[in-house]
Each structure stands twice: as C-alpha cells, then as structure tokens.
C-alpha cells in the first residue's frame, strides 16, 4: 500500500501480544530505541483482558488491535505499517544493538530478500544453549526459520505468499516453506534474545520432545488444530 503523504520508514517492526502486562514494559523500552532510530513500530493487540494494551498506548506508541492469533496479528500488523520492510518481533524477544544496520545492509541488495536472526534462549534451564545451537543449525540447514528468531522479510515477499496463514500454530513454518520456494533465506549470524519462560514452566526435555511431536506430526499433515490443543 502506498502513501505518498508521508515518509516511509526504512523498517517497519510488528510486535504481537496478547496479556502480556507484567513483561511488556521491558520490551516497550526495547522499542522504543528502534522507534528514536527511526523504525516505524506497530503493537498488535489480540484481545488482551489486562492492561497490555493501554500501558503501551499510555508509552506513545502506535496500537492496533485484531483477533487473537500470533498469524492474525501479524498480519493485521504488516497491512497497517509503511515500510517495504517488514520484521516480526516476539513480545519477548530482544534485537541486536546493531539490527537497523544489519537489516539494511540486507535488505539494500535490490532483490527480495527474507530471513532470520541466530537466537540466545534466556532462562534457568542448562538445556537452553543447546536448544538454541540445534534451532539455528536446523533452521540454517532446512532453510525453515521460527518466529523466535524475527523473521523479516520484504513486503513484496510478504504479499506473493499470501502473508502469514491462518492457523494456530505452526505459521512460521509454513510461511518459511513458502517463502523458501521463491528465494532461500538469509541467516544472520547476529543473536536476538528470547525468553525460555516456556521450557522453564514445562521442563526443558519436555519441551523439547513435544516441540519435536509438534513436528513430526505437522509434517505428516495431522490437521494444525489437533497440535494447537497439544501445544496449549
């Protein structure tokens, strides 16, 4: 969509959340150091019955709302920002200090470019550096990146694969599969930080091995709303 009216930001950074009122003002001081560098930010509210909305609103910054679903989110998201390039960001993940830099350099090519971020998982489990080595080898290896590692990616990209699909689980990977048939990924080798709150609550072997079954079972076509009630 094109708006002459305006500037459009080099990088437009979309952050879904949903009831993330004791851990969203971490991230909105975050953002707000890529919105002074320049980044357009967009805060896409699911639904949230606590205070994450207003607190960001009340911090300036640019709230939408949609149906709740990270896939419908993002998607709401991307149609209501301006820049050509897009970056998905976890509620709970951290850039880079050098991302903006990183990113263009990326995106300046002149070809459609998306991809990922390496990811640092944070939290109290000794499996999680592990987890985080293997997630960046697979994702290297398979061309197959997940949401944890910010996915960005040109909005000519985003609009040829139709955007995020409409499910509840599993859109990073189907969105990846999609992009990978039109151009392979690029993987930086900069780190984000994400949070491992879901291994520290359910185990980090627990974890892993349903992540994996999760997986397997996507892959042999079981239907995604069976995997959403085993993910929940």
């Known amino acids: ?125 000794r499996m999680l550096p592990v987890v985080a080595t293997l997630m960046n080898w697979r994702s290297r290896l398979s061309g197959i990146a997940t949401g944890d590692q910010a996915l960005f990616m040109t909005r000519g990209l985003f609009d040829k694969t139709g955007g995020f699909p409409e499910q509840p689980l599993m859109e990073d990977i189907e969105i990846s599969k999609r992009l990978k048939k039109l151009c392979r990924p690029v993987c930086l080798r900069e780190k984000v930080i994400t949070s491992g709150r879901r291994w520290d609550a359910r185990g980090s072997w627990p974890t892993i091995i349903l992540m994996w079954q999760l997986r397997w079972a996507y892959w042999r076509g079981v239907p995604v709303q069976k995997l959403a009630e085993r993910y929940r």
């Open 1 to 125: 969509m094109s708006h002459p009216s305006r500037v459009q930001p080099e990088l437009s950074i979309i952050v879904p959340v949903l009831n993330e009122a004791d851990a969203i003002t971490g991230q909105l001081t975050h953002l707000d150091h890529w919105r002074q560098r320049g980044a357009e930010v967009v805060i896409v509210d699911g639904g949230s019955t606590d205070q994450t909305a207003e607190i960001a609103r009340r911090a300036d910054f640019n709230v939408i709302t949609s149906a709740a679903g990270r896939a419908l989110q993002m998607n709401a998201g991307a149609r209501a920002c301006h820049s050509q390039h897009l970056l998905f960001l976890h509620a709970d993940t951290r850039l880079p200090e050098n991302a903006d830099q990183v990113l263009a350099r990326t995106f300046n090519t002149g070809s459609p470019v998306w991809g990922r971020f390496d990811v640092i998982i944070q939290g109290s489990s």
